[in-house]
Every structure is written in structure tokens, then in C-alpha cells.
């Protein structure tokens, strides 16, 4: 039988599962298509780490790896809903509320002392940071908004803040002494093994050996200078103060686990400068890192001796120091607080959107100094905040569209999140080596720089410039390669780029190479013309710009149609972002309200059955995904999305409606009348008792919601909670 995996997720999206999947699981056994399951949420990852420790009951398989297996197959068709990418408090409070249920895992070891504990903190690192999407991901990326959708957000457009040619907001950034200008790129020649030395006082220290590299194969090395992050972060905390500005980090503490998580410890201790002169020892004495932000920080100095002295001097430093951007003002949350809390590819159109401001302790809006370190991609926001000053706001009812083709097969473009990035513990040099001893690549670095490594293979560029073409070609559309001759790692991508164009035909296409901040300023000269440009990038670059423009175009990312063609011949479809997934999830627990939007599931569902139809040669599997999109459109002229308070429908509802139209398109389709007969009678019934299916999902609002908990709900707990109408379970039994 043909079979789809539906991936269990996290928070909201996993919440939407539970509503959503027993209604994809009923109609796709219409055709023949078995849905099932596997749980690579943060939660599940972490106890497959550890049979070992638990019962047989308690135990799970690494779906993970499994689902990485299958994505090299022809046969793969995974439809994967936003997941958690842990930062440090995120896997500290996963392991917590595990043990509380019974789970018998060791603590996270911050500084591991033996063996046990260095093999504790091994099989942790496996799950944080973006531990799923680089097994998943054998195939690049193709994201754009579908024609349903930016005809909506034509017709309907969201609000976006006005703009004002006064604005003094900016980014702020390095510019020198970090990543992007330490970088240092080689082309692999023939088949090696490499390994990484730090070389100190005339020792040398393996970081990383047996890293295997394959002919064609690019790699890079660069690193950021801690003492150079330092004196500007201590320039721009004052340049806040001066400007009467807002001052906000953003990073991407999630994907990036290793790299931001301690280059945010830098921004904490910046801007808490005298806090951490005069208590700086005693905070580390408790176990207490800046790297886990001042939220951390804070809770952990409850019960330490002198900890009230030391809370109080944090806030004479909030009081004196430049006014911070907040997460969240009625709870005195700030952007400093949590490293997982402000994602740059969310948090950055978030406030270009609303007039280039952030929120200040007062709950009002306020003009903000964006402090982004690293200048690999800075540029990028402060050509779209330039635009904005000068040109205005963008018109979401005329602007055009940028779709993005994302290089990301095989783990391309790790940057920062994985086993070749490194915090230097002393002064000396490190050296990249192939098998043979030559030093490939090679820097001189201070105690406590940060440098990293990262590959990308040569058949994932191959079928990333393909794909590019292909979709150029489909949608007669520009396509812009955002690749910066300037930059290392960018220069020995052109070369490859224009050798593996040269092979495609690419006759009559629009095809062009930019740097990032030029590429955006053309892209935006286009928008405001109402033309669509397609945006080529690397890994980082495709994160970002799948966030800034969708937000800009139709106000959520979530409404993307995301395609991921394996390169095997299988397909990955995703369902877009997960950044506000966990104020849903609060919301939902408050008052049994659930504001998440799965019209990503939906178009990523109907791809996947069109996929599977021609894999599988399954006509009623083509019939249940083209039925699906014409029922999409219905549903977004209908405006059954959830609303965004009380009393309108929510996730369950906009659930319900989505039932009832796909079963009303495949009642009136002609292709296959025992499928029409089929859904007949479950389109009607669902049309009769309409009113009193939203009653009992209306019903059900303003109380509070108990799931069993935040990280693993329980599953009866969280199936009643998502499930509260008795009329639609029934009427999706019949089928």
C-alpha cells in the first residue's frame, strides 16, 4: 500500500496533529494511502538517546534516523511540520518535565568532568540546535507562496506598520574581525579525509578527525574574534544609549546551536558590563552562564547566597543601560532573556513590518538599534529597512512575490550548528588537513574566538542550479543568484554556478549573480512594481528570506508551499515555521483557544498526494490532492482561518471547514464517481450539521486546557482537548 509519514512534532503544530490527522487519515484510506507517524520531536528525540536508562514502555526507536534512511529512497514521501531547534533552557526544560513523568534521564552536563558525563552530553548534543532538517533534507529547497494565497493576501492585505523617513532604526555590524571576513574556502580535490588541529604551545589538539570529503566537494573555515565582538558590542550598547534607541540582539541561537548561543553570552555580558566585572565569578561559581541569557541567569540565583545583591545590580543595569527591546512587556520579558526567544529570520521582518520598531518595557512601539554581529547577511535587512525609509511601507495588495530555490542537500551549509565549530580554548593556530598532513586551511586565533567549519557537496550544487533553472523556466520568472564574489566561500560558488549553468539550457531565462544586500535592493525595486524575483541562496540565506518576504507579502511564513525533491527521487514537504508556536500553545492552555494556522499542512498534504499519485500511479490519490487545493481556495475566500481571539473558530474549526470543502470538491468531481458516492454522503452531513459542529467547538473556549504537559503532552489528554466535537468525529467514521 502507498504510504505517506506525517511527522509528530512540537507545540502547535503537533497540538493541529492531533485535530487535523485523523481527518487526513480518513480520506486518504479512500485512495488506497495508508498516513502514518514518526515522533521526531525534541521530547522523543531525547529518549531515544537513552534505552538504555528506560522501561520497554517508555522506550522509542530513533525515528530520526530512520526518517533520514527513507529520505534516500525513491519511495520517500515525509511531510514534516515545524520542530523544535533546542537551544540550551529548551533541552534543560525537555530533560525536566521527562523526569517529572517518570523518565529516568541524567541532567544535561554544562561542564562535563568524566567519561559518563562527556558520553551524557555526546548523546544530548545529538538532539539540540537544528538536529532534524540536515537528515532530513536530501534535496534543496523550492518555497513560494501559492497562487491562492497571494491572491488572498491581495484581496485581504494584512496591516504593516507606516514608515517614516525619519526612522533611526539600523543594523549594526561587524563588518571585520568575524565570520564572513575571516573565511577562507578550498574546492576538495579527489576523495580525502580531513581533520581539524589546534595547534598551542607546541601541542597540538585533534578538535575533529576523520571528517570524510568527497572530489568536488567545497569547504570552508573562518572564525569571529571574541576580544573584536566584544568592543563592538560595548560601542553599540552605548550607541543605543546615545541614540535614545532601543537595543536588540538577533541571532539564530536555534539553528546555529553551538556558534550564537556563546555569541549571545557576549551580548548578555556587554551589555551587563559592571554586573559581570563585580559579580562575574560568583555567577559562574553557581553553575549560571550568560549564554542561557539573563532569564537563566536570574532563576538561577534564587537561593544562592549574595544572589539578591547580584539580582539587584541586573536591575540597576536594566535601569541605566539603553532601553532594551522586549519579547514580551506585560511580563518583563526582554530580548535578552532567552537566545531561543529572538530568532533573526522571524524577529527581523517582524519589525520591519511594524515600522521598523520593537516593543519597549512600556508596551509602545520604539525605533531600535538591530545589533546582528556577524556581516555575512546583515546587509541584507539594513538594504530592506533602507528601502523602507525611503520608499515607504510595502503595499501587500500590489507588491510581488520572491520565491526562493535553497541549497541545503546533504547538509549544506551548516554553518555553526554542528561538530566542526569550536569555542578556542588558548591562543595558537587552527588548521584544516587532508589525509596526506598538507594544511588546507588555516587561521591564528585568540582564547575564546569562535571558529567553525562547514562543507557543501558538489552534487548538492549540481541539482541546486538545476532546480533553479527549472523553476525559472516553469514561471518565467528572474532568477537571482545571491552570491557575493567579495566572500570566500561565495567565489568558489560563482565558478560552479556558471560551469553547472553552462550545462542547463538556459535559453530565454533571466539569469543573474548579486551579492546579498544588492540582490535584495533589486528585488524590492521589483516588488514595489508588482514583479516576482526568484531569490537562489545558500542554506542561511533560503532560512531568511523564506521568513523576510512572506512576512512582508502576507504577513506569516506559514503560508508557504514548501517542496524539498530528494534527490533520490522521493519527495520532503514542509509546512513552514514554527516561531510562534509556543505563544499558541500558552494561549491554548489559558483558555482552550488554539490560533495556529495549518494552511501549510494543507498545501503541503495535497503536494504530497500529487507526488505519491505519480509515483505510485495512484489516480485517486491525484484526485485527493487536486480536490484538496481547489478546497483550499475555498477556504481562504471563505476566511476560515483561525481568528485571533476568542469566540471566532480556531485550529479545530478551520479544521472542520477544510473537511467539509474537500468533501464537497470530491462529491462533485467527475473523474471517479465511487469516490464522488463516497464523500457524498459525508458532505452533506457535515453541510447539515455545520452549525452544530461549531457550536461544539465554540463550546469548549475561555477555560483552561490541560494537556499534560508542554514538551510531551499526554496523548489522551491532548486527542480530547483537539477533538471536542462528538457530530464531526462521528461523520469521519462513516468513511
Known amino acids: 500500500m502507498a504510504k505517506i509519514i506525517y511527522t509528530h512534532t512540537d507545540e502547535a503544530p503537533l497540538l493541529a496533529t492531533y485535530s487535523f490527522l485523523p481527518i487526513i487519515a480518513a480520506y486518504a484510506k479512500t485512495a488506497g494511502v495508508d498516513v502514518e507517524t514518526r515522533d521526531i520531536s525534541l521530547a522523543g528525540r531525547v529518549i531515544s538517546q537513552f534505552p538504555d536508562r528506560l522501561t520497554e514502555e517508555q522506550r522509542l526507536d530513533d525515528a530520526l534516523a530512520e526518517l533520514g534512511e527513507l529520505a534516500t529512497k525513491p519511495e520517500a514521501n515525509i511531510i514534516k511540520l515545524p520542530n523544535i531547534s533546542a537551544s540550551i533552557p529548551q533541552l534543560k526544560a525537555t530533560i525536566a518535565e521527562l523526569q517529572s513523568q517518570g523518565y529516568d534521564l541524567p541532567a544535561y552536563p554544562e561542564n562535563p568532568q568524566t567519561d559518563e558525563e562527556r558520553e551524557t552530553r555526546a548523546r544530548y548534543d545529538k538532539v539540540k540546535g537544528s538536529a532534524v532538517n540536515p537528515v532530513l533534507r536530501e534535496g534543496n529547497s523550492d518555497r513560494r507562496a501559492p497562487a491562492s494565497v497571494k491572491n488572498y493576501a491581495k484581496s485581504h492585505p494584512h496591516s504593516m506598520g507606516a514608515w517614516s523617513s525619519d526612522s533611526r532604526t539600523n543594523v549594526a555590524t561587524m563588518g571585520h574581525d568575524d565570520f564572513r571576513s575571516n573565511e577562507k574556502s578550498v574546492v576538495i580535490d579527489g576523495d580525502d579525509t580531513l581533520s581539524i588541529v589546534h595547534v598551542a604551545g607546541g601541542e597540538e589538539t585533534v578538535l575533529k578527525e576523520g571528517l570524510e570529503v568527497l572530489d568536488g566537494e567545497v569547504v570552508d573555515a573562518t572564525f569571529m574574534s571574541a576580544a573584536k565582538l566584544d568592543e563592538f558590542l560595548e560601542a553599540q550598547v552605548a550607541q543605543a544609549k546615545a541614540d535614545g534607541v532601543l537595543f536588540s540582539a538577533h541571532l539564530k541561537a536555534t539553528m546555529m546551536k553551538v556558534s550564537d548561543p556563546i555569541i549571545f553570552g557576549h551580548v548578555v555580558r556587554a551589555y551587563f558590563a559592571d554586573v559581570f566585572a563585580q559579580y562575574g565569578e560568583q555567577i559562574a561559581a553557581a ?21 539578591a545583591e547580584i539580582k539587584a545590580a541586573f536591575e540597576k543595569g536594566l535601569a541605566e543601560g539603553p532601553a532594551l527591546a522586549m519579547v514580551d512587556s506585560d511580563r518583563g520579558i526582554t530580548n535578552l532573556h ?110 575564546g574566538d569562535i571558529w567553525r567549519a562547514c562543507q557543501t557537496k558538489d552534487a548538492s550544487i549540481r541539482d541546486w542550479v538545476k532546480l533553479a533553472v527549472t523553476r525559472a523556466r516553469a514561471s518565467a520568472t528572474p532568477a537571482v543568484f545571491w552570491l557575493d564574489e567579495t566572500r570566500a566561500h561565495d567565489a568558489n560558488l560563482i565558478r560552479l554556478v556558471n560551469t553547472y549553468l553552462a550545462e542547463q539550457d538556459t535559453d530565454g531565462l533571466e539569469l543573474s549573480i548579486m551579492a546579498p544586500a544588492a540582490a535584495t535592493t533589486y528585488s524590492l525595486e521589483r516588488i514595489r512594481k508588482g514583479e516576482d524575483t526568484i531569490s537562489v541562496t545558500g542554506n542561511v540565506l533560503r532560512d531568511y528570506n523564506t521568513d523576510l518576504f512572506p512576512i512582508l507579502e502576507l504577513g506569516t511564513s506559514a503560508k508557504m508551499l514548501s517542496i524539498v525533491p530528494l534527490m533520490n527521487g522521493g519527495g520532503l514537504f514542509e509546512t513552514g515555521a514554527g516561531g510562534s508556536a509556543p505563544k499558541h500553545v500558552q494561549q491554548l492552555v489559558k483558555e482552550d483557544y488554539l490560533r495556529w494556522d495549518s494552511l501549510g499542512e494543507f498545501f503541503a498534504l495535497a503536494a504530497s498526494l500529487e507526488h505519491l499519485a505519480g509515483y505510485a500511479d495512484n489516480q485517486r490519490a491525484k484526485i485527493l490532492g487536486e480536490t ?30 477544510l473537511a467539509l470543502y474537500w468533501a464537497e ?47 510531551r503532552p499526554d496523548p489522551t489528554k491532548a486527542d480530547a482537548v483537539m477533538r471536542p466535537s462528538g457530530t464531526l468525529n462521528a461523520a469521519l467514521a462513516t468513511l
Open 665 to 711: 470538491e470530491l462529491a462533485k468531481q467527475t473523474d471517479d464517481a465511487d469516490l464522488a458516492a463516497s464523500f457524498a454522503a459525508l458532505a452533506g452531513s457535515l453541510r447539515a450539521d455545520e452549525q452544530k459542529i461549531v457550536d461544539e467547538l465554540l463550546a469548549v473556549q475561555g477555560k483552561p486546557a490541560d494537556i499534560g504537559g508542554y514538551f
Open 338 to 447: 532567552v537566545p531561543s526567544d529572538v530568532i533573526i529570520d522571524a524577529s527581523m521582518p517582524a519589525m520591519i513590518r511594524t515600522s521598523g520598531q520593537m516593543w519597549n518595557a512600556e508596551g509602545e512601539q520604539q525605533d531600535t538599534l538591530a545589533v546582528i554581529p556577524d556581516s555575512s547577511y546583515a546587509g541584507v535587512y539594513q538594504a530592506t529597512i533602507d528601502d523602507c525609509r525611503a520608499h515607504g511601507a510595502l503595499d501587500p495588495s500590489t507588491m510581488g512575490s520572491v520565491p526562493n530555490v535553497g541549497l541545503m542537500a546533504k547538509a549544506a551549509e551548516e554553518y555553526g550548528s554542528h561538530d566542526k565549530t569550536f569555542e578556542i580554548p588558548a591562543a595558537g593556530t587552527v588548521e584544516v588537513r587532508n589525509a596526506a598532513g598538507e594544511v588546507l586551511l588555516s587561521h591564528d586565533v585568540e582564547a
Open 287 to 307: 553553575g549560571l552562564s550568560a549564554n542561557d541569557g539573563l532569564g537563566a541567569v536570574l532563576a538561577g540565583l534564587d537561593g544562592v547566597e549574595g544572589g
Open 628 to 657: 484538496l487545493d481547489r478546497a483550499t481556495e475555498t477556504f481562504l475566500n471563505e476566511d476560515r482561518s483561525p481568528g485571533r481571539k476568542l469566540g471566532t473558530i480556531d485550529n479545530r474549526g478551520s479544521h472542520f471547514y
